[in-house]
């Protein structure tokens, strides 16, 4: 073989020549030779743009297809150049053969090669006409860049007309992975035309999804692309037929229909939700939806979502016109927003309105949903500082549980002003600080109220590597204000003061251990916590906004175990807790953790709610939290808070999570919470092979003796389409009445996702469940 000779280096600069040709075979420096590379990689983009659809990228990340070899439908070619340095503008021509055919024009012959940057194209011959500004690739064309690979049949063009053609074209998208051909592609400038096009992320001889269409015009310019006679085919199988459709090329926004979804229930019948996306200005858009509920009857939607330089948020809402179940309107409007005013301040607002109360048990898709009680509003003016934080804000509720009256509905608040500050003085020697709280209640049924709480307080740190030690003192100060029906002892301002003392003291030591071979770290971290509050008695104290916390680890670390400042909580009380890790010591992971703590209660506390009883207990519950990792397979965690003054579990759960063969888990979980509820969960995901997978859920209620949640079903993936589909039985109401559904859907790789989105439910179903 004659040894290939490099013909010339053609540099641009600002549009004109800077260097003439080199060796061997005198080229023009004005050739258009030096725009192949240029229009080839346009014509290289188009394809990726116009076959790969709109949402291709979201659609390959939201399954995981790591199991899939690449479908190479055109592999690397091997005798590619390496790519030019980079700022290297150059065009570089090479073949073995170059000679004038005649006064115009010249042939490039053997091994032809044109390389510019990253981009890479070759020809067996290569024909130039100077006079006719054209050229003439005989023999098949290979061309590659790093997002792009293709084969044509033959290629020609007219460089000064903007004009480049291509017969039989295979290609080969390789971020994608999808593959296709075209009999003919036509590029004018920044538009294109394709002939009997075929787009599939799938080996060609497991075509087992592919969009085609009859033509394909692409429009750089405006980003838009239009087929017609497209359809999407299954195997060899039209299933959907597009006469025509436009479609963005680019990642410009353009208005049209998202994809559908669908689902059958026994609370609705037949689901079938038809998007469509506005695109309405670069700043603002908004989507809205048909929905069709067999059981009830047309529902509509949108959703508008806005982006100012100070503002963003979304208002969106749904309508649901005389029910057909139940003869009436029903509906949900939401608006989330932001205003940024400066720096330090901005307002935001969280507005919810629900027609009814029934509105979640009839349209939401879980237990949690269906569970809501009360719909908040708020809005107000926030600001932050380095040592300060402010709010002026109002909050308002809805009840949206149909067993309840408004009497259970909470004091709304218009408006509530906090202030808090904390700023370390004397150096940092002494950290002085204010929580402050200024509420105006109403209610539509009770009596209106206003208070004012106050908690200055100033702290002691010190500190070393593995120790500290935080005395805190503070007072409390909290004034009413009551209309008549409110106040208890016919007092229409009581006042409540008081100081809180703490110090919260701990340790931290650590040792080299060797087990097995394994180099170790066990740590033992003890913390002591004092809390003295004095005696108060706060019965004639309005119950406004407060609550007593669910008792858990942090609780006995707290200064108070109620919620709002209606209730303060008496204490005498030390607390001691130990935490003991086992890790390894060249990665940190934890392998054993486990922790023990208790107050010990030198005196009761007699703060209670109205309707409690105070208790006389010396302990706290004992509280035990453990978790084990030895593993990447197993995982255990486990928690349990003992009366040890009874003799009872208060609270017991666990969690035991198995991962086998690769993408396998099975979890099983147990919780008890005394006179509320016990319940065990079992969830698994079953790898049949490396395509078919088993999921399932079951959610059971002891304490009722019925099950909460059900779900079984399949998922079937290739390596370009997967399936997924499944039954669930679940409980959508406070009374226990249940609904059936079964969710479709069906995810082609590159293209998108058709059908009832389950990833969200089977994630929060499962735990560990990975696409």
């Given at each position: 073989m004659?040894?290939?000779?490099?013909?010339?280096?053609?540099?641009?600069?600002?549009?004109?020549?800077?260097?003439?040709?080199?060796?061997?075979?005198?080229?023009?420096?004005?050739?258009?030779?030096?725009?192949?590379?240029?229009?080839?990689?346009?014509?290289?983009?188009?394809?990726?743009?116009?076959?790969?659809?709109?949402?291709?990228?979201?659609?390959?990340?939201?399954?995981?297809?790591?199991?899939?070899?690449?479908?190479e439908?055109i592999?690397?070619?091997?005798?590619?150049?390496?790519?030019?340095?980079?700022?290297?503008?150059?065009?570089?021509?090479?073949?073995?053969?170059?000679?004038?055919?005649?006064?115009?024009?010249?042939?490039?012959?053997?091994?032809?090669?044109?390389?510019?940057?990253?981009?890479?194209?070759?020809?067996?011959?290569?024909?130039?006409?100077?006079?006719?500004?054209?050229?003439?690739?005989?023999?098949?064309?290979?061309?590659q860049?790093?997002?792009?690979r293709?084969?044509?049949?033959?290629?020609?063009?007219?460089?000064?007309?903007?004009?480049?053609?291509?017969?039989?074209?295979?290609?080969?998208?390789i971020?994608?992975?999808?593959?296709?051909?075209?009999?003919?592609?036509?590029?004018?400038?920044?538009?294109?035309?394709?002939?009997?096009?075929?787009?599939?992320?799938?080996?060609?001889e497991?075509?087992?999804w592919?969009?085609?269409?009859?033509?394909?015009?692409?429009?750089?310019?405006?980003?838009?692309?239009?087929?017609?006679?497209?359809?999407?085919?299954?195997?060899?199988?039209?299933?959907?037929?597009?006469?025509?459709?436009?479609?963005?090329?680019?990642?410009?926004?353009?208005?049209?229909?998202?994809?559908?979804?669908?689902?059958?229930?026994?609370?609705n019948?037949?689901?079938?939700?038809?998007?469509?996306?506005?695109?309405?200005?670069?700043?603002?858009?908004?989507?809205?939806?048909?929905?069709?509920?067999?059981?009830?009857?047309?529902?509509?939607?949108?959703?508008?979502?806005y982006?100012?330089?100070?503002?963003?948020?979304?208002?969106?809402?749904?309508?649901?016109p005389?029910?057909?179940?139940?003869?009436?309107?029903?509906?949900?409007?939401?608006?989330?927003?932001i205003?940024?005013?400066?720096?330090?301040?901005?307002?935001?607002?969280?507005?919810?309105?629900?027609?009814?109360?029934?509105?979640?048990?009839?349209?939401?898709?879980?237990?949690?949903?269906?569970?809501?009680?009360?719909?908040?509003?708020?809005?107000?003016?926030?600001?932050?500082?380095?040592?300060?934080?402010?709010?002026?804000?109002?909050?308002?509720?809805?009840?949206t549980?149909?067993?309840?009256?408004?009497?259970?509905?909470?004091?709304?608040?218009?408006?509530?002003?906090?202030?808090?500050?904390?700023?370390?003085?004397?150096?940092?020697?002494?950290?002085?600080?204010?929580?402050?709280?200024?509420?105006?209640?109403?209610?539509?049924?009770?009596?209106?109220?206003?208070?004012?709480?106050?908690?200055?307080?100033?702290?002691?740190?010190?500190?070393?590597?593995?120790?500290?030690?935080?005395?805190?003192?503070?007072?409390?100060?909290?004034?009413?204000?009551?209309?008549?029906?409110?106040?208890?002892?016919?007092?229409?301002?009581?006042?409540?003061?008081?100081?809180?003392?703490?110090?919260?003291?701990?340790?931290?030591f650590?040792?080299p251990?060797?087990?097995?071979?394994t180099?170790?770290?066990?740590?033992?971290?003890?913390?002591?916590?004092?809390?003295?509050?004095?005696g108060?008695?706060?019965?004639d104290?309005?119950?406004?906004?407060?609550?007593?916390?669910?008792?858990?680890?942090?609780?006995?670390f707290?200064?108070?175990?109620?919620?709002?400042?209606?209730?303060?909580?008496?204490?005498?009380?030390?607390?001691?807790?130990?935490?003991?890790?086992?890790?390894?010591?060249?990665?940190?992971?934890?392998?054993v953790?486990?922790t023990?703590?208790?107050?010990?209660?030198?005196?009761?506390?007699?703060?209670?709610?109205?309707?409690?009883?105070?208790?006389?207990?010396?302990?706290?519950?004992?509280?035990?939290e453990?978790?084990?990792?030895?593993?990447?397979?197993?995982?255990?965690?486990?928690?349990?808070?003992?009366?040890?003054?009874?003799?009872?579990?208060?609270?017991?759960?666990?969690?035991?999570?198995?991962?086998?063969?690769?993408?396998?888990?099975?979890?099983?979980?147990?919780?008890?919470?005394?006179?509320?509820?016990?319940?065990?969960?079992?969830?698994?995901?079953?790898?049949?092979?490396?395509?078919?997978r088993?999921?399932?859920?079951?959610?059971?209620?002891?304490?009722?003796n019925?099950?909460?949640?059900a779900?079984?079903?399949?998922?079937?993936?290739?390596?370009?389409?997967?399936?997924?589909?499944?039954?669930?039985?679940?409980?959508?109401?406070?009374?226990?009445?249940?609904s059936?559904?079964i969710?479709?859907?069906?995810?082609?790789?590159?293209?998108g996702?058709?059908?009832?989105?389950?990833?969200?439910?089977?994630?929060?179903?499962?735990?560990?469940?990975?696409?």
């Amino acid at each position: 073989m004659r040894p290939r000779r490099r013909v010339g280096a053609i540099t641009q600069q600002a549009g004109r020549c800077a260097s003439t040709c080199l060796v061997f075979a005198p080229l023009d420096c004005r050739s258009p030779l030096s725009e192949l590379c240029v229009r080839t990689a346009l014509l290289a983009t188009s394809l990726i743009l116009a076959l790969a659809a709109p949402g291709a990228a979201s659609a390959l990340s939201a399954t995981n297809w790591a199991q899939c070899v690449p479908a190479e439908v055109i592999p690397p070619f091997p005798d590619a150049s390496p790519p030019l340095p980079a700022g290297d503008e150059s065009t570089i021509v090479a073949a073995e053969r170059a000679q004038y055919l005649d006064r115009s024009r010249t042939v490039f012959e053997g091994n032809v090669t044109l390389n510019r940057g990253n981009q890479w194209l070759s020809t067996p011959r290569l024909v130039y006409d100077q006079a006719k500004d054209t050229y003439v690739a005989d023999g098949e064309v290979h061309f590659q860049d790093p997002s792009i690979r293709f084969r044509a049949a033959h290629m020609e063009g007219e460089p000064g007309n903007d004009l480049t053609r291509l017969d039989d074209v295979t290609f080969q998208i390789i971020d994608l992975e999808g593959n296709g051909h075209a009999s003919k592609v036509v590029m004018r400038g920044q538009k294109g035309t394709m002939r009997d096009a075929l787009y599939s992320s799938c080996p060609p001889e497991h075509r087992q999804w592919s969009f085609r269409g009859n033509t394909i015009r692409i429009n750089r310019d405006t980003g838009v692309g239009t087929v017609t006679n497209g359809a999407l085919y299954l195997g060899k199988v039209p299933v959907f037929y597009l006469p025509w459709a436009t479609f963005p090329i680019d990642e410009r926004r353009r208005s049209g229909f998202l994809a559908p979804t669908l689902a059958v229930s026994g609370a609705n019948g037949i689901d079938v939700m038809v998007p469509y996306y506005l695109n309405l200005a670069p700043n603002y858009d908004a989507t809205l939806s048909a929905r069709y509920l067999g059981d009830r009857g047309a529902m509509y939607g949108g959703e508008f979502r806005y982006l100012t330089e100070r503002s963003n948020g979304i208002f969106e809402g749904t309508w649901l016109p005389n029910d057909d179940r139940l003869g009436r309107d029903r509906g949900l409007v939401s608006l989330n927003h932001i205003t940024r005013f400066s720096p330090y301040w901005q307002g935001r607002a969280n507005l919810n309105n629900v027609s009814d109360d029934r509105y979640f048990e009839d349209f939401g898709s879980s237990l949690t949903a269906a569970s809501t009680r009360l719909l908040a509003s708020s809005a107000g003016i926030y600001g932050r500082g380095k040592y300060w934080n402010a709010s002026l804000s109002a909050e308002i509720w809805d009840l949206t549980d149909p067993v309840l009256d408004s009497t259970f509905e909470p004091f709304r608040k218009l408006p509530r002003v906090q202030f808090s500050w904390e700023q370390p003085i004397l150096g940092n020697w002494l950290v002085a600080g204010l929580k402050s709280e200024a509420v105006a209640f109403d209610h539509q049924v009770k009596a209106d109220a206003r208070r004012v709480d106050l908690r200055p307080y100033v702290q002691l740190p010190f500190e070393g590597a593995s120790w500290y030690v935080r005395p805190e003192l503070a007072y409390r100060f909290t004034a009413y204000s009551l209309d008549d029906s409110l106040n208890v002892n016919g007092d229409k301002t009581p006042i409540r003061s008081l100081p809180i003392a703490s110090i919260d003291a701990g340790m931290f030591f650590e040792r080299p251990l060797n087990l097995g071979g394994t180099d170790l770290i066990h740590t033992l971290e003890p913390r002591l916590f004092y809390l003295r509050v004095p005696g108060n008695n706060q019965n004639d104290l309005p119950i406004l906004d407060t609550q007593e916390l669910t008792f858990g680890y942090g609780q006995l670390f707290r200064t108070n175990r109620f919620t709002g400042a209606d209730r303060q909580s008496e204490a005498n009380q030390l607390t001691f807790a130990v935490t003991s890790r086992l890790m390894q010591t060249h990665t940190g992971r934890e392998l054993v953790t486990a922790t023990v703590g208790q107050s010990f209660l030198f005196s009761p506390s007699r703060t209670v709610l109205p309707g409690q009883v105070a208790g006389e207990r010396d302990l706290s519950p004992l509280v035990i939290e453990v978790g084990v990792n030895l593993s990447d397979r197993w995982t255990f965690t486990s928690a349990q808070h003992i009366d040890v003054d009874q003799g009872f579990t208060e609270l017991s759960a666990f969690r035991l999570q198995y991962r086998f063969l690769e993408t396998g888990l099975a979890n099983l979980s147990y919780r008890f919470r005394a006179n509320e509820l016990e319940q065990l969960d079992g969830s698994v995901l079953y790898p049949l092979s490396p395509s078919w997978r088993l999921v399932g859920r079951w959610n059971y209620s002891l304490r009722d003796n019925s099950t909460l949640e059900a779900l079984g079903g399949f998922e079937w993936q290739s390596c370009c389409m997967a399936l997924r589909l499944m039954g669930r039985h679940f409980v959508r109401t406070r009374e226990g009445q249940a609904s059936n559904e079964i969710l479709l859907e069906l995810e082609l790789r590159g293209l998108g996702a058709f059908g009832q989105r389950t990833g969200s439910l089977l994630e929060r179903a499962i735990l560990g469940y990975d696409r």
